[in-house]
Structures are given as structure tokens and as C-alpha cells.
């Protein structure tokens, strides 16, 4: 006979919830997972386009601690991750050709402010406003203060809004200025240390492994969650699919220890709209890949309303491969459009500087997410434990480590015990 | 759980016989030894019991199964005996349909290859394993201080079967889901797990003094496959036992590059085919495991004073574990002849 009693209840098949159902029964606990919807793996998706199957939300990962490689060869992908290419991106500024992006940097932040790709796209007076920040002592900020207002003090509005805005909003989708400071990890403290931006954004990029500062895997990322549903159900995980917790209320029916790893059970979905628009291509001239791996969309340029675009085929040799001769190319959009492939057809078109006529284009698909907003202080009930892309940050390196730290935190003899006495008090455990 | 206190392990029967001594580390006075497959088809007396009884019936029908598990130890002296049945017969009963084509092995009606075929898999309903308990039962009441080595195939080995619909050379079937559909293949050897579980544990609570886990196909994965998708569920199926202090053994054909991976699922000992010599094996596993094994079939057929040098070479080597039980390298072949096994039993048991 089986012990059946579940010590994990874990809301949300997302990859957070997945990773931190699998970390729990390889300890040899027992965990339930409950997902609303009938599949796992949440906005880390795939869609069929043109024949193949590609990544419909994240389609890399940051390589900022291994997290990701590190999962990926857990669940034998190993041999399957993979660098994006070497071409640069590009940068389509508010007025004017598109330039590339210096890359020497990150965030966007130069890091030789004074070479020509820099100065190219600041122009010689926004290139030496930034070399400033060379100069100005660092004597701490507050703490709250958001990215943008740091880098605007530093090397000026034109770094700011030119360089800075557009690299930060396709990794974040937000404005600089509304990013905090300590969301950017360990820019903080590189500062302190090295007392410059541009010698601090030196430093971060010399940190990250192999000097990429993205990694993907063959045949997409989506293949993480296939791996993962499988692991679960190795390690004996029960999935209840379509089975929806609508409240925090509701929290209380569960058994175990209760891990929310979904948005909206705690406070009302609140977040911003993200709409991808994927293009299959038949288009030779895309074959000289124009713009690398793609092009980032200063805020304010008003040619296109796409907010970035890549070039998903010339971003990834595997891509290409499976390809065939075709171009896939993904723009992303704030808002809902109408009209789509229309609308990233001709954005396409501006962005790459080739001309992409209706009948180059094979297939067409859209996809929407919505990001969740970050789980404000107040929402937090107390007792509760949260992971996922509302308290763990942008990104499935992110979203994955926090989720990991949190199970030790679970696993750990001490809290163990502190656990198991509150689950007594709740009467949870029957 | 725990064994009753009439079972043979507990009231004295079997738990100082030569076997059971050695599975768990021990030297007894005489080296034990038994054959796979040395209950049925070399054995003339085999086939004339198993005339006009289909393969399968046979391992269901409680007097011949038992008859069956019971020849070969009268016949040879074998230290122990190893009940008669097929690595099938759980998928059998829990309603898979399957039969045993002579000359080819079992075949599946309606192999299992999709999700979908695997959501109609069911688990065993208790009272299908009647037959089973009453033939361990009565063997177990014949055999008297002899032990009953209960058995089953592996979650790999039956899942294998069950993919690619029967036999096959090189299990690609299997291997082709095992990478293009992993949640299916946790799922189908999960259900193969449980089942294989079972019908050790109902053999073992019948009588059985010790099981042996077979996973024959296993040479066909590497390392990295074997560790992240096979040995978890063959941890599964020795955690069914988990109470049972029975000896495990652990055996697979090919098993060099997974010996020590295959230790790891809960085997107390390991089973070694003849490709590897055992103080190899020894080596490989990090000393401290009894072995069984590893005399190589090919050579049964040979002049006995080539097998003789053979066996005393196994034995010798067998010296670096704590613990030997003389084996095959794989089953009796068909066409052994019966008189070579009596004679190595009797070899074996004079070295000492």
C-alpha cells in the first residue's frame, strides 16, 4: 500500500511551479500539482508556424548563473543548449537607418562610450556626456531609485533614451525608468565597486559565461517542459489538470503546504500586454541576414510600432536548419494591434530594409501574453509561499533560481520543522 | 509491512540455507549455485507436462507452475529454485492481451505506443494474482529448506515488449518514445513498475525467500538513459518490497556500462552476465556487493574439461566479492543438455 498524503500542494504548472514540484518529490516528497488549464508549462509554449514547431513565448534564457544550462542538463538537454550567433543586434532610432548596437555593454549601458558604434548612435555630444560618468564620484544612491534615473544622471538623456530604453525594454518590456535599480542584479554592487557605470556594465558582461549573455536550446525552449512533465510524473507527482484555485480563500481546502506559483490567486491579475507576432518568410534577401540577430526599437520612433523584432533564423543555426531556406522573424507589440500580420509585415519590411511583399509571406501566427506585475508587499498574505514571475523577476533564469532558493528554504531540517508546526496549528495535515 | 511469521525466512526454513547466506554477504560451507531458466524447456520432463498447455496457461494453472519450479531442483540439486512464469504474465493479468508464439516469444495484440494507449493501461485487480500465490504457496511447501527465488522483468524490458509488440533486435521502438514522447514513457514504465512490484511482492508473501529483477534488455541504453529514464522506475518497483527484508537481486544482459547505476534502484545483489569476469564486475561496483554469476552458456555445449576450467575460473574470480552465488551468464538455452547442468552443480558444491 501506498502513503498517500500529500506533503506539497503546488498551484500552477508554469515553469516555476514545474521546477519546484520536481526539486520537492526528488526529495522524496509527495506533491500534488494543480494547473487550470489542460497543458503545462504556461507562457513557456510552443505553436506550430509553418511547419514547425517553434517557441510561442520565452525563446532564450539568461545565462547569468547557469541556472537554466544547469536544468537543461539535469533533464538531458544538455547536449542541446546552445549560443545564439555571433551577428550583433541592431538599433532602429526615433528618427533615421537603423545602426548597430555597440556590444560591448549591457542593458544597452556603453561600455567604451567613446567607440564609433557609440557614438554612431548617441552622436559625438551624447558619447562624451557619457564618458562623463567616468568622472563623476559614486557616493551611493537611494535605493529605490530606477535604473533609468541613474543612467540619465550619469551619461545623460541621450544614453538614456538612445541606447539604454530600447535593449532594457526588449529584456523587460518596460521603460528604464521604471525599472528599479535592484532588479538589474549585481549592477549595484559593481558599481560601488568600480565607481563608473561604464566600468560596472565592463565588468557584468566579462562575468557572464562565454561572453553571451543568452543561451537557447535546439528545437526551442518549450522542450524544458516536456522534460520536466515527464520528471514529474517519474517522481510520482499527481497533476490535477483544469482545475482552477480562484482565491486565497481556497488555499486553506489544499493539503500540505500550500506553494502558489500562479498569478492571480493572491491579488487580481494586473499586468501589461505582450503580443508576438510570428512571420514565416520567403525571402532570399533575408539570406545576407541585414540586421543580425535583430533590432531593438527605441521608444518614440514612430516608423514602425513594433517594439522589437529578431530574426529568429539568422539568431539561431538550429532555427535555420529546421527552417529550410525560410526566414522566421518575431516582432513584439505593447498593445494589441489590429490587423496584425499586416501591421508586422510592413514593420518587418521598415525594420530589416527589405521589401517583404504579402505573397513572401507563408504563415502568419499571433500570440498574447500578459506579464504579470510584480506582487506588491500589501498582497503578500503572510504564511503564504509564492514563487514564480510575480515575486522572482523577468525571466526564467530568474524565476527558476528563486524557485530553487525557496525549496531549500522548504527542505531545510529547521524550517521543515517550523512547517510542519504551522500546517499542525492550520489542521492541514489530516 | 512485515513477513508473516510462518514465512520460510522467519520460521528457520531458509534463512541459513547456503543462498540466502551468501546474498547477504556471507561464505557458507558449500558455494551455492542455480541457472536461470532452469525451470522448463531444456528439461524433457518439462516438456512432457507442458504438452497441449499453452506457455502462459501454464505459469496460471497453480499445479503445473508449481510442478514446473519444482523439477529442476529434484533433477539437479540446484540450491535453490526459481519460480516458473513469464515476465508477461502481471502485463497478462492486468487484462493486456498477450500470447506466447512459439519459436518468436510473446506478442501483444495491440502494442502500447501513444498516450492514449497508455491512459488504458490498468493496475492488477488483487484477485487475478490467486494463482500465483497458490502455485508459490505450494512450491514453498514442497521445497521445504530449499528457497524459492520469487522473479519479475524490469519496468525497461516489459515496457519494451509491450512498445514494440513483441521480441525485437535492438528495442528502437522503445527508445524512439523514450526520447520523443518522455511524459508517456515515465508513465508507461511507471505502470510497468507497479505491476512488476506487485507480482514480486505477492511472491514474496507467499514464500518466496528472495527476488530477482530482470532487466535482460538493458544493454541496449547508455548510461545517461539508463540513470534519467529506466533506473527510477526500477527504484520504483524493488520500493514495492519496501518493509520485505528479502534479498534483491538485480540482473541484465549487456549490464557492464550500467552495473553500478543498476546497484543503485535498491539491489542488494548484483546479477552479472559473462561479458565482464567478476572480480571486473567487483571492481566496477566498488567491492562490497555479492554476486551471482557469471558462467558464459556458450560454453555449455563444450567439452566438459574447457567448461570445468571455465567454472573453476568463475568460482575463482567470484573469490572478490563477499558474496557468490554461481549462475549463467543468461538462461539455459533450449538445447542444453540437462546432464551438463547436474554436473556443474555437483562441481561447484565440491570446490565449496
Same mark, same amino acid.
Given at each position: ?336 494591434? %489590429? ?92 | ?115 492514449? %494507449? ?163 564486475? %567487483? ?70
Amino acid at each position: 500500500m501506498r502513503v498517500s498524503t500529500t506533503e506539497f500542494t503546488v498551484i500552477g504548472g508554469g515553469i516555476a511551479g514545474l521546477v519546484t514540484a520536481r526539486r520537492l518529490a526528488m526529495a522524496g516528497r509527495t506533491v500534488r500539482l494543480i494547473e487550470a488549464s489542460n497543458h503545462l508549462g504556461g507562457t513557456v509554449a510552443s505553436h506550430l508556424v509553418g511547419g514547425i514547431n517553434l517557441d510561442a513565448g520565452a525563446e532564450s534564457f539568461a545565462t547569468r548563473n547557469n541556472t537554466i544550462a544547469d536544468l537543461a542538463r539535469e533533464l538531458g538537454l544538455g547536449d542541446d543548449v546552445v549560443s545564439p550567433s555571433a551577428e550583433g543586434a541592431w538599433l532602429q532610432p526615433v528618427h533615421g537607418a537603423a545602426l548597430p548596437l555597440p556590444n560591448t555593454g549591457v542593458l544597452g549601458i556603453p561600455a567604451t562610450p567613446l567607440d564609433g558604434h557609440t557614438i554612431a548612435v548617441l552622436g559625438l555630444a551624447g558619447a562624451l556626456r557619457a564618458q562623463l560618468d567616468s568622472l563623476i564620484p559614486w557616493l551611493g544612491h537611494r535605493t529605490d531609485i530606477s535604473l533609468g534615473a541613474l543612467v540619465r544622471r550619469r551619461m545623460g538623456k541621450a544614453t538614456l533614451e538612445k541606447l539604454v530604453a530600447p535593449v532594457v525594454h526588449g529584456v523587460y518590456s518596460l521603460h528604464p525608468n521604471d525599472l528599479p535599480l535592484e532588479r538589474v542584479a549585481g549592477l549595484k554592487e559593481r558599481l560601488a565597486l568600480h565607481g563608473s557605470l561604464a566600468a560596472a556594465a565592463r565588468s557584468m558582461r566579462d562575468a557572464m559565461p562565454a561572453g553571451t549573455a543568452v543561451q537557447g536550446i535546439r528545437g526551442g525552449i518549450n522542450r524544458l517542459i516536456t522534460e520536466l512533465a515527464a520528471d514529474l510524473t517519474t517522481y510520482g507527482v499527481i497533476i490535477d489538470f483544469e482545475r482552477r484555485i480562484e482565491s486565497a480563500e481556497a488555499l486553506a481546502d489544499l493539503d500540505g503546504t500550500v506553494i502558489v506559483a500562479a498569478p492571480g490567486i493572491l491579488a487580481p491579475v494586473r499586468g501589461r500586454t505582450v503580443t508576438l507576432a510570428t512571420l514565416v518568410l520567403d525571402a532570399p534577401e533575408l539570406d545576407a541576414e541585414p540586421r543580425g540577430s535583430g533590432v531593438l526599437v527605441a521608444p518614440g520612433c514612430t516608423a514602425v510600432s513594433a517594439r522589437a523584432l529578431t530574426h529568429a533564423t539568422a539568431k539561431w543555426q538550429w532555427l535555420k536548419e529546421y527552417a529550410e531556406g525560410r526566414h522566421i522573424v518575431r516582432l513584439s507589440y505593447n498593445d494589441e494591434p %489590429d490587423h496584425l500580420v499586416e501591421v508586422a509585415r510592413h514593420d518587418a519590411e521598415v525594420l530589416l530594409g527589405v521589401s517583404l511583399p504579402q505573397e513572401s509571406v507563408a504563415d502568419f501566427a499571433r500570440q498574447q501574453w500578459i506579464r504579470p506585475a510584480p506582487l506588491a508587499a500589501a498582497e503578500r498574505t503572510d504564511g503564504v509561499i509564492v514563487v514564480g514571475e510575480t515575486v522572482g523577476g523577468t525571466g526564467l533564469a530568474g524565476i527558476v533560481a528563486h524557485a530553487y532558493a525557496t525549496v531549500d528554504r522548504l527542505l531545510a531540517p529547521a524550517a521543515d520543522e517550523a512547517e510542519s508546526e504551522d500546517a499542525r496549528e492550520n489542521g492541514r495535515h489530516d | 509491512m512485515t513477513l508473516n511469521s510462518d514465512h520460510p525466512l522467519l520460521d528457520g526454513r531458509t534463512a541459513n540455507s547456503p543462498i540466502i547466506r551468501a546474498y547477504r554477504g556471507d561464505r557458507p560451507e558449500t558455494t551455492p549455485v542455480w541457472f536461470m531458466r532452469q525451470a522448463g524447456r531444456s528439461l524433457p520432463e518439462y516438456r512432457k507436462l507442458r504438452e497441449g498447455n499453452e506457455m502462459l496457461e501454464a505459469c496460471l494453472t497453480p499445479d503445473l507452475a508449481s510442478e514446473i519450479t519444482l523439477q529442476p531442483v529434484r533433477r539437479h540439486k540446484v540450491d535453490a529454485a526459481i519460480f516458473f512464469s513469464d515476465i508477461v504474465i502481471p502485463a497478462k493479468l492486468a487484462g493486456v492481451e498477450v500470447e506466447i508464439v512459439p519459436g518468436r516469444g510473446p506478442v501483444f495484440a495491440n502494442p502500447i505506443r501513444t498516450a492514449a %494507449d497508455v491512459a488504458k493501461l490498468r493496475p492488477i485487480e488483487p484477485e487475478a494474482f490467486a494463482p500465483i500465490r497458490e502455485a508459490v504457496a505450494q512450491t514453498v511447501a514442497e521445497l521445504g529448506t530449499t528457497p524459492l527465488i520469487g522473479f519479475a522483468g524490469a519496468p525497461f524490458t516489459l515496457a519494451s515488449y509491450l512498445v514494440e509488440g513483441g521480441p525485437s533486435k535492438d528495442q528502437q521502438r522503445a527508445r524512439t518514445l523514450m526520447y520523443s514522447d518522455p511524459q508517456t514513457w515515465a508513465t508507461l514504465l511507471n505502470w510497468c513498475a507497479d505491476i512488476a512490484g506487485e507480482f514480486m511482492k505477492v511472491q514474496v508473501e507467499a514464500g518466496a525467500s528472495a527476488v530477482q529483477l530482470f532487466d535482460s534488455w538493458v544493454g541496449s541504453l547508455s548510461e545517461q538513459q539508463y540513470v534519467r529514464r529506466v533506473a527510477p522506475h526500477s527504484k520504483r518497483a524493488f520500493q514495492s518490497l519496501r518493509g520485505y527484508d528479502v534479498p534483491k537481486i538485480h540482473f541484465g544482459v549487456g549490464s557492464g556500462e550500467v552495473l553500478k547505476a543498476m546497484h543503485s534502484v535498491g539491489a542488494d545483489v548484483m546479477g552479472v552476465d559473462w561479458r565482464i569476469p567478476l572480480d571486473e564486475a %567487483d571492481r566496477r561496483l566498488g567491492g562490497g556487493i555479492p554476486l551471482q554469476g557469471n558462467i558464459d552458456p556458450a560454453l555449455l555445449g563444450a567439452p566438459w574439461h574447457v567448461l570445468e576450467a571455465h567454472v573453476r575460473d568463475v568460482m575463482e574470480r567470484g573469490r572478490a566479492a563477499p558474496g557468490h552465488v554461481v549462475n549463467l551468464g543468461h538462461g539455459v538455452g533450449p538445447d542444453t543438455d540437462p546432464d551438463v547442468l547436474t554436473k556443474i552443480v555437483e562441481l561447484v558444491h565440491q570446490e565449496g
